[in-house]
């Protein structure tokens, strides 16, 4: 396994006193845009504050990202603003969880639980894994209207091509 395109191990003992800033590089924005499969990342910062628990590292901040993607309707690229609040909890491997072993839904708010090994913890791969969660593979630009409309899309509930004018001719007639 390749290392992390944006890694920031982070030292258990002692924890960072202020809130940690990240800021990936050029080259680091660019491995990241090709492991999500977007034309480009401008910016990628992030703010966490890091608070040790009995268990547990709970990080706490925002994530804040300038993309470019394709928009998934005419392909043509677009910028989008990711503005993202971020919920982690680094646990030791093998820790035994507070949580009961069944399958529960997590709401919004919940903490992201992510397991560690040593003494550090790679709080940019966490960063990363939230930014690749975030980009919306179906996001429309502002040209996608327009490409509907030229390939005669004219909306989800109308069918609508040749066939369906043929379709309809005969109905008519």
Do not use: H, W
């Not at 390749?2 to 202020?18: D, H, N, Y």
């Not at 940019?124 to 005669?152: H, M, T």
Request: charged share 30%; with cysteine; hydrophobic share 40%.
């Amino acid at each position: 396994m390749s290392a992390p395109e944006f890694s920031r191990l982070i030292r258990t003992r002692p924890l960072p006193a202020g809130p940690v800033q990240l800021e990936a590089s050029e080259a680091e924005r660019a491995a990241l845009a090709t492991r999500f499969g977007i034309s480009g990342i401008e910016t990628l910062t992030a703010e966490i504050a890091l608070d040790e628990t009995a268990k547990a590292i709970r990080g706490e901040g925002r994530l804040r990202a300038n993309i470019v993607q394709a928009c998934a309707i005419s392909g043509e690229d677009f910028a989008v603003e990711v503005n993202e609040p971020l919920a982690f909890r680094f646990v030791p491997e093998g820790e035994p969880s507070d949580e009961p072993d069944i399958e529960i839904e997590l709401d919004a708010d919940e903490l992201d639980e992510i397991e560690f090994s040593g003494e550090s913890f790679d709080l940019g791969e966490a960063v990363a894994q939230s930014l690749g969660l975030a980009i919306d593979p179906y996001a429309e630009g502002p040209n996608a209207d327009a490409a509907r409309k030229e390939a005669g899309i004219t909306g989800d509930d109308a069918p609508s091509g040749p066939l369906a004018e043929a379709l309809a001719a005969l109905r008519k007639g």
